[in-house]
């Protein structure tokens, strides 16, 4: 017979998100006239922006005819829109990406999960807590970590805790890591690092020959100019980190899917004979082999958004977002509640009230608000007594689910 991946089986029983979709379909069933409001999961409400709509409108007429048709196209992505990529968001940065350095994709989250299949199962890994759960469960899947131990954590993972007491800014790991994982601005917590805080990282793993993975996924929803778009603006930081950013949050694209890393070729590890092997080189091989590129369609209308229209577009559609963030984030600080993120991010962090647990939580705003939010436990232990609410919702949603807030009594 055949055996499985046991280490499938160290995981909880099901995927945060699912759970929560469980607990909402139960409560629906019994209440079937409830009028739910969505502020949980991480996806957008607005449309895509027009410029990406009649890009891609053009690209569908191209693969009408022979002489414009796209069949298999460069699995790294097609150079008008790395190109693009790499000007808009680093050259004009004064950061050097080079051509072979950038990889398009389906998705940052696909991205952030694959990667460490190019790492050694034998490598230290150090993510945050709380955490977005890919980075975790991914390397639990794939054996680099031991089981789940009673606190909540697995054994053989160095845990970087995250909470108001530290300003959510992780401490260095007092042992030596090799892989570390950092999302700046951060899901969930919504808050971010600095440029001192992360020239820290970058200083760690240059000193322990570490490297660093470094989500960028909300980059564009930055406000603050201490705050790092890309981990390359910090000196050094092309010899260690690798960097997954995504168009999902930026332009709306979590249902078209559209996403890139970069490796820079300085990026090394180490061989099992001793000698030095650069990761892009790896990923290259890994990414060629498993995945036939992004649509040609897809790339087409992610490219649109470098042009000056798309580029006032995606800002009106950040803007959008980061607004109703503002709401979020006033209105329950006016309901009493210690509020954390929001600003950099389009996620807010706020502290359960009364000591409550976060599914104690989760259950309170289903019941008694239909308001479905994220229990912070749910992305690590030291999540526990927090909870996510999310600024995608539509601004009438996000109006009323304030005001829902300001009726409950804690």
């Known amino acids: 017979m055949a055996t499985i991946n046991d280490n499938y089986l160290k995981l909880p029983g099901s995927y945060l998100f699912a759970e929560i979709a469980r607990r909402v379909a139960a409560y629906k069933e019994a209440n079937p006239d409830a009028d739910i409001i969505r502020l949980g999961i991480g996806d957008v409400t607005q449309p895509l922006p027009q410029v990406c709509i009649e890009a891609m409108h053009k690209a569908v ?10 069949g298999y196209g460069p699995e790294q992505g097609y150079s008008f829109l790395t190109e693009a990529i790499i000007k808009n968001n680093y050259t004009d940065r004064g950061i050097e990406i080079a051509p072979d350095e950038i990889f398009v994709s389906d998705g940052s989250k696909s ?4 990667i460490q299949e190019i790492f050694g199962l034998t490598n230290k890994v150090a993510i945050t807590d709380p955490v977005y759960p890919v980075y975790l469960d991914t390397n639990v899947m794939a054996g680099r970590t031991g089981t789940l131990q009673d606190d909540g954590h697995f054994a053989g993972v160095t845990y970087l805790p995250c ?18 994982y950092l999302c700046c601005p951060n899901n969930p917590t919504g808050t971010t690092l600095s440029r001192e805080e ?8 240059k000193e322990n020959e570490s490297v660093i993975l470094f989500d960028a996924a909300y980059a564009a929803y930055i406000t603050e100019d201490d705050v790092p778009r890309s981990i390359y603006e910090i000196p050094g930081a092309k010899d260690v980190a690798i960097e997954f950013r995504s168009f999902s949050k930026t332009a709306g694209f979590t249902g078209t899917r559209c996403g890139y890393t970069i490796i820079p070729k300085t990026v090394k590890g180490r061989a099992a004979d001793g000698s030095l092997v650069p990761f892009n080189k790896l990923w290259n091989r890994r990414h060629t082999t498993k995945f036939n590129g992004t649509a040609y369609i897809v790339q087409r209308g992610a490219a649109a958004i470098y042009t000056e229209e798309g580029k006032k577009q995606v800002k009106e559609l950040v ?3 980061m607004e109703n963030a503002r709401i979020i984030r006033e209105g329950l600080k006016a309901a009493g509640l210690q509020v954390f993120g929001g600003v950099n991010a389009p996620y807010i962090w706020l502290k359960t009230p009364n000591h409550m647990s976060s599914w104690d939580f989760f259950d309170k705003l289903l019941h008694e608000a239909n308001i479905v939010g994220t229990p912070g436990a749910g992305f690590g232990p030291c999540g526990e007594g927090y909870f996510r609410l999310t600024a995608f919702g539509n601004r009438e949603n996000t109006k009323r689910a304030v005001a829902r807030f300001a009726k409950l009594k804690f």
């Open 198 to 205: 992360l020239t820290k990282w970058v200083n760690y793993a």
């Open 319 to 321: 803007s959008y977002y």
């Open 111 to 114: 991205d952030c999960g694959n």
């Open 61 to 70: 007429d191209d693969q009408s005819k022979a002489e414009t048709f796209h």
């Open 163 to 180: 909470t108001a007491e530290n300003n959510f800014a992780p401490e260095l790991p007092k042992e030596k890591v090799d892989m570390i």
